[in-house]
């Protein structure tokens, strides 16, 4: 039977605004970031909790990267997105744009008909940012997408296990010839031997794709399930989980949140 409430052509926001990314291989590139409403992993270190539900109204930047809010309500229909996405489109201006979320797989169906739009009329590049647990819905949009910086959730530091979804993600990532790299958030609590799989999962694609190990980023208020204080790991933990996963793949880079060092979103 046909949902058909899943294939209208609206979208649950959360933002759309202008900024400087601050992960994974596009780090310093300026895109226009929508973010997605909902997010089916509850993950330890969630520094966006406030996407895991569609609130009742979206924020929207009238100009790129002043921050000068109007507030809409949501869903959002498709070209109300669209134009609010050509409004951010200065000449010159962005590199690319991200999908971000929350996770924006949730609304593949609506991306399946925004995007092909929104590269026509801004002939910008699409960035997927994703958990990376989600390879039917990929599959759905990967003619409309450049690059996809997927994670891949450690039991030890998530509190998620995705081993499977995250192999067929990245081999589908790898043979459709998309620019991909994998991000690891890491804590005091990792386990190396999550690490090693990790490296080992990679290399069975390609030894050459590049994983970022991004130390987490403490966060002021734990989320209240979780229990668990989520730590930075220490310089000597990373350098050690470095050179174990090189033992594997080419590419291991460590990589903090520079947003956050910028104050940005
Ligand atoms: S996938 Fe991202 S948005 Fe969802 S819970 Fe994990 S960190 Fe938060």
Not at 28 to 42: K, N, S
Not at 117 to 126: D, E, K, S
Not at 222 to 247: E, R
Request: with cysteine.
């Amino acid at each position: 039977m046909t949902n058909k409430t899943a294939i209208k052509p609206n979208a649950r926001l959360i933002e759309v605004f202008s900024a400087i990314q601050g992960e994974g291989l596009n780090v310093g590139t300026r895109q226009i970031f929508i973010r997605f409403a909902l997010c089916d992993l509850r993950c330890h270190f969630c520094d966006s909790v406030y996407t895991w539900n569609t609130p009742d109204n979206c924020r929207i930047e009238r100009s790129p990267g002043l921050r000068d809010f109007e507030i809409c309500s949501n869903p959002v229909s498709l070209p109300m997105l669209v134009e609010w996405v050509e409004r951010q489109n200065l000449t010159g201006l962005h590199d690319s744009i991200s999908l971000t979320g929350g996770e924006p797989l949730l609304h593949a169906p609506f991306l399946v008909q925004f995007l092909p739009q929104i590269r026509a009329v801004t002939g910008l590049p699409v960035y997927l940012e994703t958990g990376g647990h989600r390879p039917e819905q990929l599959a759905m949009i990967l003619p409309y997408l450049d690059s996809v910086g997927m994670d891949f959730k450690l039991p030890s530091t998530s509190g998620e296990s995705c081993w499977q979804e995250h192999a067929q993600f990245l081999q589908l990532c790898y043979d459709r010839q998309l620019e991909v790299f994998v991000k690891i958030i890491v804590s005091q609590k990792t386990d190396p031997a999550e690490l090693e799989r990790s490296a080992l999962l990679v290399a069975a694609v390609s030894s050459e794709i590049i994983i970022f190990l991004q130390p987490v980023t403490p966060l002021e208020t734990p989320v209240a399930f979780s229990q668990i204080p989520v730590l930075a790991p220490s310089p000597a933990q990373v350098l050690n989980w470095q050179a174990l996963m090189k033992q594997f793949v080419k590419h291991v880079r460590v990589v903090p949140q520079t947003h956050k060092m910028l104050n940005q979103l």
